[in-house]
Each structure stands twice: as C-alpha cells, then as structure tokens.
C-alpha cells in the first residue's frame, strides 16, 4: 500500500535544464543523434565537441554526477563488449601491432577460470560495485592465460591488440556514450508528461494528413497514467498468490506455467475492468476521440530555447557541410 | 506456537526515516483467537499482517511464526509458514483464475505439495465451511456474483488449512446482506475449526460484536491490545487514535445526555442498548 | 422535472433477463434522490442509462424536456456529471490539476478559465494544495473530491455518486458524504446518490428502493424507512437507530418513556 514507485527516471530541480522547453530538449537530442552518427570515425576532435553538449547539460542540469552513472551502467557490459570486439578484431596489416596477449590453455588454467567464474557469479549479487568487480575478473582471467600453470597447454594461440583497434574500438564506445549521456539528461530533466506532450506537439504536422496524433498522445499519456497502478496492483497480486504457496523460483516447468498464468490472468480480468471503468469516465465527461481540445498545459518558447536550438542547429548544419566536402573536416 | 513479535522494527529502505513499523511486541496463540485490528488508512495493519506470513520481513527486531525464525536470510524457508498461516487481501476475488471454482480452491493445496485427490478433498471442505454450494463448484468462477466470487478466494485460502487465516478488510465493496453473511460464515468456520483468525476492519460495528481481542495501530505502533470493552470505554482515547464509536454506542450516549436512559457499562450493540432500554439488566 | 424516466426497460444484448423492467420514476431540479439496492439490482445501470452510456431497450429518458438520443447526448452531458465506484478507474489525468482539467479541454473551455476554474473548484473540495500531486499518492477520498471538482467545474446541474463510497475508509466516506450535503444546500445542485447503504439515504428527499430491476419502494426516508420487511427481502440492511425503534415499537411489556426514546433515537439517527 505505501510502496512509492518512481516512474520514470525524473528528478526534480530548480535548473535551467529542467526550463528548457521538452519540445527543444528533444529536438537537440535528435540532432545529437544525427551529428554524432555524421561525425567521420576516429575524429575525436569532432566527438569532443559533441560531448560538449551533454556534458553542459549534465552540469547545469544540478543533478548528481552518480545518477547518470546508474544509468550509464545499464548499458555498461554492451559497452565493453563492444569495446572488446573491436579491440581485437583483426584489422588490416598497415597498423601497428601495440601488444599481444598469449593465450594458453593448460587443465589447472582452465579450473581456475572456471573458478573464477563461479566466485564471480557466486558473489556477484552482494556486491555494490558489480561493473568494477566484473572489470577486475575479466582482466584477472586474461591475465592468468598468459602462461600455462603446471604443465603443458594443450592450446595456445594470440591475441594482437593493434593501434586501429584500439581507435576503433574507443571510438565506437565514446559515440554511445555520447548518445546515452544526452538521452539521460533529457529523461532526468523532463518529466514523462512534459514529453509527451512534447511528442504531440513535434507530431502535430501529420494531423494535416488525417492522421489523429491527439489520440496516440491521449494513449500514452493514459499509460503513463496507470503504469504506477498497474504495476501496485502485480505486486498485489503477486502477494496474494505466493499466500497460496506459488513460488516462481521452484517447481517442474508445468507447474511455473500454472504459477506465471496465476499472475497473467487476474492482470487481464483486472485491466479489462479497469479499461471499462476508464472508458466510461471518460465518455461521461465528454471525450470524444480525435475531437478538437484545448489544452491546460501550454508550452512556450522563451529566447533561451530558441538560442539553444540554433546554436546546436547550426553546428549540425556545419558538420553536414563539412560531410559534403566544402571544407576539410 | 503461533505468532511472536520481539521489538519489531519495519522500513521500506535503511535511509528511509519513517518507520512502517515501530517496535511491535505481540503474541497470537494459534488457535481459538478471534483478533480485530483497527486503525486508520496508512496506520501500518497491512504492513503488521505481512510480517505474520514472511510477505514482508521485518528491519530489525525478531518474528517467530511457528517453528521459523523470520529473518532477511537466503535459507529462509517461507513455504511451511504460509501454510501455517494463510492471507486474504482486500477484494481478493481478483486472484482468482482457474476455469472452475473448484479448481481454483484446488489451486493452494497443490502448490503445498497435496495430490490432487487431496487437493480436492480440501478444497470441498473448504467451500462447505464458507457456505458455498455444491451446484457451484463446477461452474465458472467469473459467472459468479461478487460475493460468491469473495467467498471463493476465501475458500482458497482456507483450502489449505492454515492454523490462523488472516482476512485483510474481507467485507470491504459487499451490500448488507453479503457483509452479514460472510460474517456470520467466518465466524461459524472459527467456531466449527477453532483456527485463530485475524481480521482488518474499519467497521466498528463488526469489532463490537465480533472481536475477542482488539489491536489497534497508529502511525506504525502498536498503541492498544486487549478487549472491546475497556477499548470502546475510553473516549480519550478513541479521540487521539482517530477511532469511531460503534453505531450503538453513540445511541447510548445520545440517549443518556438526554436523560433518557442510565448504564453502568457503555452498551456495545444493538441487542446491549435494547436490554439497557428495556431494563432486562440491572443498571450494574 | 430535472430528469424523467417513462417505462424504462433494460437488457445487455443477446440476454434473456431484463436488468431494468418497465421503470419511470422522476427526479426533481434540486432534490436529492436517493436509489438503493443491493450488489446486482440494477441501479448502477440507472446512472449510465441518465448518462447515455447506454440505451434503454425500450421506454424513453427526458433530460430538462428533451428526450435522451445519440443526436443530444454530448450536449446534455455537459449538464451532469457523474463520480463512479472506483476513485482510480476514474483518474484520468497524471496530476490532480490536469485531471481536473480533463473534462473542460474535451469541451473546449479556454485556457485561462480553465486556470480559474481548477482553482476555484480545487477550492471548494479542499485539494488546492495537491493541484501538482501524482494520484498514487492520495487517498481514495482525496481521489473522489477530485472527480467532485473535475464534475463541478464544468457547471453541471446534476451530480450522481454511483456508489462513490464504497470502496472508501471511513474517513473518506464522511468527507465525501459531507460533500454531498454542501452541494445540495450551498449549490444547489440536483443529486442522485446510487448506494446500498442507508445511511446515505437519510438526508435525501426521495428514495427508491430497487430490487430484481424494480422499483419496490418509493417515498421520503422516513416512509421507506419503516417497511423493514420489504428492505429486508431486497438485501438491504436496517441502520442500528431504525432497527432499535422497531424493536421498541413491537415489545409489548411498558417501557419507561418510550415515545420520547423513539423521538430521541431519529433525531440522532437523521444527525449522525
């Protein structure tokens, strides 16, 4: 009952991130998208820049450094494989080659991984430091392939970490993490409504072809509306069914279908009733689809927005100039 | 056996400053009790039920249902407590799910570990103990009414044969006729099976006739437990706990202040005043 | 006449069974009509028949004079608003400002009147300190004096309570029954109250009883109040205060003064 869930990433502060208007922020973020993706590989002089523009963000945007941390390690383990991938894939023969890691298989070399592994996933979960702990295993466990302990390798080959691949391979992860950055400071600074009705408005040229946006933005902003609930109500659910003794974690596969449909079906008779309930309120207070509203919430444009918009417009428009050959990038 | 509370602490998070829960002592025997806890909405009843069949584990503090020790460990064993004690939330028809009424009484003691002959077994006791009729049980549970539909999911706890069946506000959404009779069913199935039942309410009404012992929350705290009488007999304080009065009572006052009638004892129920009206007992 | 219904019958289509049966009854402009029953009697669908949300099978409804069709509805429903049972159901904006807000943007009311108006009415059911407030973070009551002013602001001259209560705490049922009482005196309102509880029955100026889809009952709550047997049968419960006079009335050894404790018990009953 008194479970407070957050929904959405939003936090609350008095910045000017936060009065930047959401039709702006998205706007920006969209062009971050596009220049970042323009940008020629391995110019970091050009990420540089862009990075700029998150990172201003993150400043002025008065939240903590560490939530956008959290969020950045979602994405984390994608962003070392990845990292990993293009480290050591091999490129051409025109590159210098910086270090080679020898890989030796032996017996004891490989029960020691294995061990590793086991304390690693063993201990993973108590742990608040996971991404550090992960870091320190994977490189623990190349490290002790280096040579081959007690006895002979049955195996052994190398891995060549060359100049390219370590361009590459930061390169790829700085632009991602260029991307997730801006995208996180605009869901930390923009509340879900806000950008909806952002949403709406950037859609509202397509009503011109008879397509009713209003309505999609009423669908969203109805589920941003009953997300929370819906998601007390699987609690309660939950709660209710693991009274009568389901488990989701034990039993033979028939019997967690049981358990999972045990969960499923109340969620579908509640969400009907619920979607009856709402349709009904909704049409006694005079909605009628698609027709024509006026708005509490009024967006407005002061000079602030329109600077930042042209600012990074016009940096846009430089790097797509700069693509097209008129100047040396 | 039953339930203990040792100085029971509960909190969503270590950093959070409120206190769900505050320094709980309790004890619940299993068996022959008839408890009623009352407080207002946010009072911590919901959150003080929980901790009696490990939903939720308590900050600090020590809980003992039956053989288990609850604590925030990886081994704890929950199943075998829940099968001591069973819980029915607010409307619980919405966990109902099975194509049968039947089935769906079925459903808790399989998941105990029960054959389904067994099973079965239990879950027709059960629904005979709740007043549900035979001609019913192979019917579709969303065919039924909603009181049917409660006393189903009632069943389905009861099917697995707790000790103590706590009933989080079981009347809540019923019309008069359903409310009355599911009470007068639960307490016939207490008087029939002697299980210990706990029930969440706000009608005070029901506390007044019902409750062998009262436990009253505020804010997180366990701030009354004992009987109905000496309850309703301080009006101080009901006053400071946000508490009503039953129905009856405030008749008797009313009807005192006037200079219409004189008791000794602040009657209760209806069937009290009327006595103290027509004078069957004597004024103390 | 605020609403007329004239031999009013209802069925959910491909049903054999009528939900409603041949039902006329009329409500007054500023009176309060209270319509009881038990779980399943029918009377909840009374109130989404006067809102149009569904169509008699046969019979016609008059709203003001004017017979209730497809042609009408969306401007005769300005004139009624309605609070149903469930107060999250009926939650449709994020906040409580825009949730207030919902019906006056569906009919185009301009944005500085709108302000005005959420204001006022936030007001008048005292939520004016959580305009900005997620519905998971209020009450049940609170979420219901925000469907009473989201009705209130768009000016409508009836309001019906479709079991509004029911699913509140005691607390949240005073406040909304409270309510109800000053929108009567103070605002004169017309209100239907749709409830299976006769305490919210005392203070209105009519009351049906309704069972199996008819009207069993008509009359002021004192007249109704005295058929027990018939309340009795249409699974509706007597109140303490009424039951006891009852009880008074049929014991036949003397009591000592046993009409002023009669008197004495409606009073309190009727105040409580």
Request: hydrophobic share 45%; proline share 3%.
């Amino acid at each position: 009952m008194n479970d407070k869930i957050v929904f959405g990433q939003y936090i609350y502060r008095n910045s000017a991130i936060h009065k930047l208007d959401p039709r702006v922020k998205l706007c920006v973020l969209f062009m971050m998208m596009i220049g970042v993706f323009l940008i020629p590989a391995d110019n970091f002089i050009l990420l540089g820049i862009a990075f700029l523009i998150p990172l201003t963000a993150v400043i002025l945007s008065k939240i903590s450094l560490f939530k956008y941390l959290k969020s950045l390690k979602q994405i984390a383990f994608i962003m070392v494989f990845s990292f990993a991938f293009q480290l050591f894939m091999p490129v051409g023969k025109n590159t210098t080659i910086l270090t080679t890691l020898p890989i030796c298989f032996s017996y004891v070399n490989i029960i020691v991984c294995i061990f590793i592994l086991v304390i690693y996933f063993l201990i993973r979960r108590y742990l608040p430091f996971k991404f550090l702990f992960f870091l320190v295993c994977l490189i623990g466990i190349i490290y002790l392939l280096r040579y081959p302990i007690l006895g002979k390798a049955f195996y052994t080959t190398k891995l060549d970490i060359s100049e390219a691949g370590l361009i590459h391979g930061s390169f790829l992860v700085l632009r991602v993490f260029v991307i997730i950055l801006a995208s996180t400071s605009l869901t930390l600074t923009t509340k879900p409504t806000d950008l909806t009705n952002a949403i709406e408005w950037l859609l509202m040229p397509l009503e011109k072809i008879k397509i009713k946006t209003s309505i999609f933005a009423m669908m969203i902003s109805i589920a941003l509306r009953f997300i929370p609930t819906l998601f007390n109500e699987t609690n309660k659910i939950l709660k209710a069914q693991a009274s009568r003794g389901v488990d989701f974690n034990e039993g033979k596969f028939k019997d967690q279908v049981k358990q999972i449909v045990s969960l499923l079906v109340p969620m579908f008779v509640i969400s009907i009733k619920r979607a009856e309930d709402l349709a009904d309120a909704m049409e006694a207070r005079g909605y009628i689809p698609g027709a024509k509203r006026t708005k509490l919430v009024q967006m407005k444009f002061c000079i602030g927005d329109f600077i930042v918009f042209f600012v990074i417009l016009a940096l846009l428009v430089g790097l797509i100039l700069g693509r097209c050959g008129l100047y040396a990038l | 056996m039953g339930i203990d509370f040792q100085n029971v602490e509960f909190k969503y998070s270590k950093k959070a400053s409120k206190k769900q829960l505050d320094n709980i002592n309790l004890h619940i025997d299993a068996q022959d009790e008839f408890i009623m806890i009352v407080g207002h909405t946010g009072s911590g009843k919901s959150t003080l039920v929980q901790h009696m069949n490990g939903l939720l584990l308590a900050s600090s503090g020590t809980i003992k249902v039956f053989d288990t020790n609850m604590i925030r460990s990886k081994k704890i064993k929950l199943k075998p407590v829940r099968e001591h004690v069973g819980l029915v939330f607010q409307f619980p028809e919405y966990q109902i799910f099975e194509s049968t009424v039947l089935e769906d009484i079925m459903f808790g003691p399989k998941n105990f570990g029960k054959t389904k002959d067994e099973a079965r077994e239990l879950a027709i006791k059960a629904a005979h103990l709740i007043g549900i009729k035979d001609d019913i049980l192979e019917r579709s549970p969303f065919t039924l009414s909603g009181g049917q539909m409660r006393r189903v999911a009632i069943a389905g706890a009861l099917a697995i044969d707790p000790d103590i069946l706590i009933l989080d506000e079981p009347t809540v959404g019923l019309d008069p006729k359903g409310k009355e009779e599911l009470m007068n069913l639960l307490v016939r199935m207490h008087e029939e099976t002697h299980k210990t039942i706990i029930m969440i309410s706000h009608d005070m009404n029901i506390v007044a006739t019902l409750a062998k012992r009262v436990l009253v929350m505020d804010k997180g705290k366990l701030v009354y437990d004992g009987n109905k009488e000496n309850l309703f007999q301080n009006q101080t304080f009901l006053k400071t706990h946000n508490l009503d009065l039953p129905t009856a009572s405030i008749l008797a006052m009313g009807l005192k202040e006037k200079g219409l009638i004189t008791y000794g004892k602040l009657p209760l129920t209806k069937e009290e005043l009327f006595q103290v009206i027509t004078g069957d007992i004597p004024n103390e | 006449m605020f609403i007329e219904f004239k031999d009013v019958s209802f069925k959910y289509y491909g049903n054999e069974q009528n939900i409603l049966n041949q039902l006329s009854f009329s409500v007054e402009k500023g009176s309060m009509l209270a319509i009881l029953g038990h779980n399943g009697s029918g009377k909840s669908t009374i109130a989404k028949l006067i809102m149009g949300l569904l169509e008699p099978t046969s019979g016609e409804i008059f709203i003001e004079g004017e017979k209730l069709n497809e042609k009408i509805v969306d401007t005769l429903r300005q004139k009624m608003g309605i609070i149903f049972q469930n107060p999250d159901n009926q939650f449709v904006g994020v906040t409580v400002k825009d949730d207030i807000a919902f019906g006056l943007e569906n009919h185009q009311i301009p944005r500085d009147e709108m302000i005005r108006k959420i204001d006022e009415f936030a007001k008048l059911v005292d939520m004016q300190d959580f305009l900005n407030e997620n519905p998971e973070n209020l009450s049940g009551g609170q979420k219901q004096r925000v469907a009473i002013a989201g009705a209130l602001a768009m000016d409508t001259d009836l309001i019906i309570f479709d079991e509004s209560t029911s699913m509140l705490d005691p607390k949240g049922t005073k406040e909304i029954n409270q309510m109800i009482q000053t929108l009567r005196k103070n605002y004169q309102k017309t209100i239907i109250t749709i409830t299976h509880n006769l305490e919210e029955a005392l203070n209105a100026d009519r009351v049906i009883v309704l069972n199996d889809g008819q009207i069993v009952l008509d009359g002021t709550p004192k007249e109704v109040l005295k058929e027990e047997a018939i309340l009795e049968a249409s699974g509706l419960k007597l109140i303490d205060g009424i039951s006891l006079i009852n009880m008074i009335q049929n014991y036949t050894i003397r009591i000592k003064n046993k009409e002023e404790i009669i008197q004495a018990l409606w009073e309190l009953t009727f105040k409580m």
